[in-house]
């Protein structure tokens, strides 16, 4: 554990950059998908009354959406706005609450590698037998699936990362630290949509 700041990550300087900047990067890419959404749909909804049909737009839009919701994971999780058990973990204190936490990650872990392993299995499947849509539009499905076998990936990653440095001491840089005043909790559960 660093004796200066127990949120500091103990790999190297420029490993910290590069995994911060893929969990930033997979971030935006779910925001660019996330755009498209917003695109397409528009285009569907404009082109119906000027007689414009967009192939497949929904299986596109779909496509997307899976992108945005599993490539947006490990940056989620890594500002903090997963959904975890705080009301449970935050009955605790000290060793115990140090145990949880590293029992939780660990489980987390292992779920999500188990489920990044699949993801990826099936896209290679998908890849190897040339499966394609069933829509308007063939497209190789290995394409769509990419954004899921790729967000859960980096989740794991994230997941890894954060483990290691809760066993060598850390504290959870997923979790934001406890708000200290009434206006911080307001401002925290405005955020929240609570």
């Known amino acids: 554990m660093s004796s200066i700041d127990p949120r500091h990550s103990l790999f190297p300087e420029w490993l ?15 925001g660019i998908f996330l755009v498209a959404i917003f695109l397409i749909m528009l285009s569907l909804s404009a082109g119906r009354p000027l007689g414009i049909d967009v192939p497949a737009g929904d299986d596109f839009t779909a496509w997307c959406m899976a ?3 599993f490539l947006g994971l490990a940056h989620t999780f890594r500002s903090g706005e997963l959904i975890r058990m705080g009301l449970l973990i935050d009955r605790f204190d000290g060793a115990s609450r140090k145990l949880i936490e ?3 990650t660990a489980i987390g872990a292992a779920a999500i590698s188990y489920f990044a392993w ?3 299995e099936m896209t290679l499947f998908s890849w190897r037998f040339n499966d394609v849509s069933m829509g308007v539009i063939a497209v190789p499905l290995w394409i769509p699936q990419l954004g899921m076998s790729a ?6 990653i994230a ?4 483990l290691i440095h809760l066993l060598f001491g850390g504290t ?21 949509g609570v």
């Open 16 to 30: 910290r950059k590069a995994l911060d900047g893929l969990y930033l990067a997979a971030g935006w890419l779910a």
């Open 159 to 162: 997941f890894v990362d954060e």
């Open 151 to 156: 967000g859960l990936t980096i989740l794991a």
């Open 118 to 120: 699949y993801a990826i």
């Open 172 to 192: 959870p840089r997923y979790e934001k630290p406890r708000a200290e005043t009434k206006e911080e909790v307001i401002e925290r559960v405005m955020e929240s």
């Open 102 to 104: 590293i029992a939780c």
């Open 67 to 69: 992108a945005t919701a």
